[in-house]
């Protein structure tokens, strides 16, 4: 894969998180001891069951949070607070309510450090060019609340790639789609991503999805977390050849990983669906890949 | 009942909003009919009469409009002091705290018991009528703005911090649009107390004054309580203030959705 003796783009280093309540200041541990190096291009998804941690560790990369101990480095530089380098793709999109579709996509580039190196007349041109990529031509002068949530995810993801960062941050961002929508934003991400260009010009992806299907179709390397507190149990690289295509999902191999992730987390989803620790019913054997973390 | 949705035409709802009140007329100019001649009762026609008087050659809509001047500048003051105030309060923890006492142990104090004050200070000319306007449209602003402020999104302002905004432009172009829907609000409520407000400072100045000095519908009322003891007069005023005031709350009702039009 990528030289191993070349510099990460991200690293993290024995990362963990405490939160501590306001009122009461008890401390909960949210993740701990996290260890990853992220290579500049790599399309990373990391999955594991509500509560995992999952955002908490998006959200220290996009630096709106700190580590309580440990470092995040992006090429070598301690990460000290969010920028434009990282963009983010909130879980619940985060638009700007009182603006359009259109303005939501221009937000950085108008207001923001992205839209430096251009003109204006460029930046107008950039926004039309992201609203017509991500599909929202004829849409774009209606505001967040008059959009489906699908119209909505594609306005903020237009915004993300609007921005031009260097590192992608994901939340959930596919999570309210229907399944078709899903499918074909899918294989949408992974072109804009850069998947059929060289590996150096693409850019580094990280992706949170509670859909293992979903992280095994985009990823280079899936990241399962365990929960309680959220610690990296196992990274599997997914060793599928790319360009993907929708029959990648009928590659025997496609189905291995799918099924070797499910056996990390299976365990712990079920806990979760009980609700109890010690007394988890023994899944069935049955139980089939395609169910989901949450 | 239609879940209590009327679905009768618009006309036909005001003719039904209109009988009572005609009824009321009628009766009011009847029993004014069976008083003697030259009494000061105010009856329908001869409030019409005054009304038309006063409009023609009273100087009515002089003094509506010098009132209605002096309250869209103290509450432009009020809007500007407001909303500063309040994105500074809403969006810093420490001015916050330090304003706070001060903030709440005035508002209590209503407008009119600042009006000795503003008379000493002031005169009782128009720099009274609006130190008191602004100060009675300054709280309504100031704090709905503050729980406008605090009650942003705050993924909004992260969100915002992703994309390289910097404090200020996030203030302006985040937090204010953010918490406009509360502003408004807070302006239709203190356009409302500015008028409320303007009416009773000019009546009292007036009376400070002897009737001189400042001008205004208020005055005008006080002149024709304490001078002439016109009532019909008197009842002429009312019912222009009482027409500004619905004007004024019907323009922001036309205002809101244009102002916050993501708003439904």
């Not at chain 1, 191993?4 to 200041?25: D, S």
């Not at chain 1, 609203?131 to 849409?139: E, I, R, S």
């Not at chain 2, 018991?113 to 100031?142: D, E, H, K, N, R």
Request: charged content about 15%; hydrophobic content about 45%; overall charge positive.
């Amino acid at each position: 894969m990528t030289d191993p003796t070349a510099q990460p783009k991200l690293r993290l280093h024995n990362v963990t998180k405490t939160f501590t309540a306001p009122r009461t200041g008890q401390q909960t541990l949210a993740v701990a001891d996290i260890n990853l190096d992220i290579q500049a291009g790599e399309f990373i998804c990391i999955v594991g069951p509500s509560g995992c941690g999952k955002s908490t560790v998006l959200n220290m990369i996009a630096g709106l949070d700190r580590p309580s101990s440990g470092s995040i480095e992006k090429d070598g530089t301690p990460i000290t607070g969010p920028g434009a380098d990282r963009g983010v793709m909130f879980q619940d999109y985060a638009l700007m309510p009182w603006q359009t579709a259109q303005d939501n996509v221009g937000f950085g580039l108008r207001h923001g450090t992205p839209g430096q190196p251009f003109t204006p007349a460029e930046r107008e041109a950039r926004i039309n060019h992201f609203v017509d990529l991500v599909g929202l031509k004829g849409a774009e002068k209606k505001y967040p609340h008059q959009l489906s949530g699908g119209m909505r995810q594609r306005v903020a993801l237009a915004r993300l790639l609007a921005n031009g960062p260097d590192i992608l941050l994901m939340d959930e961002p596919l999570g309210a789609l229907d399944a078709q929508t899903r499918l074909i934003l899918q294989i949408e991400l992974l072109r804009i991503w850069g998947e059929t260009a060289a590996r150096t010009q693409r850019k580094t992806a990280i992706f949170i999805t509670h859909d293992i299907d979903e992280a095994v179709f985009l990823a280079d390397r899936v990241v399962v977390m365990s929960s309680h507190p959220g610690r990296v149990r196992a990274v599997l690289d997914i060793d599928l050849p790319r360009p993907r295509s929708e029959s990648i999902r009928t590659h025997p191999r496609f189905g291995q990983l799918a099924e070797e992730i499910w056996e990390l987390i299976r365990d712990e989803a079920y806990r979760a669906i009980s609700g109890s620790t010690d007394t988890a019913p023994t899944p069935p054997e049955t139980a089939t890949r395609t169910a989901t973390t949450s | 009942m239609n879940n209590g949705i009327d679905t009768s035409p618009r006309w036909s709802r005001a003719a039904r909003g209109a009988a009572l009140p005609l009824v009321l007329l009628v009766t009011w100019q009847v029993w004014a009919l069976s008083l003697p001649t030259g009494s000061p009762a105010p009856a329908p026609l001869r409030v019409l009469k005054a009304a038309v008087e006063l409009i023609t050659t009273g100087g009515l809509l002089d003094a509506l409009a010098q009132s209605l001047g002096r309250v869209l500048i103290g509450f432009a003051a009020a809007l500007v002091l407001g909303i500063v105030l309040g994105v500074l309060m809403g969006s810093s923890r420490a001015v916050r705290d330090n304003l706070d006492p001060i903030v709440e142990s005035f508002r209590p104090i209503a407008p009119m018991a600042i009006l000795p004050i503003a008379i000493l200070w002031f005169g009782t000319g128009t720099p009274s009528a609006l130190a008191i306007v602004t100060y009675a449209a300054f709280f309504p602003v100031l704090v709905n703005t503050v729980h406008g402020v605090t009650r942003v999104d705050r993924k909004l302002v992260l969100a915002a911090q992703t994309m390289g905004v910097s404090r200020l432009s996030i203030l302006i172009r985040v937090v204010l649009p953010g918490a406009l829907p509360s502003i408004v609000l807070g302006s239709r409520l203190a356009m409302g107390v500015a008028w409320t407000a303007i009416i009773a400072a000019e009546l009292a100045v007036g009376a400070k004054s002897g009737g001189g000095g400042s001008g205004g519908i208020g005055q005008m009322m006080f002149v024709f309580y304490a001078y002439s003891i016109d009532l019909n007069a008197i009842v002429v005023c009312m019912i222009m203030v009482g027409v500004v005031a619905l004007l004024i709350d019907r323009l922001f009702r036309w205002l809101e959705p244009r102002l916050i039009p993501w708003k439904q």
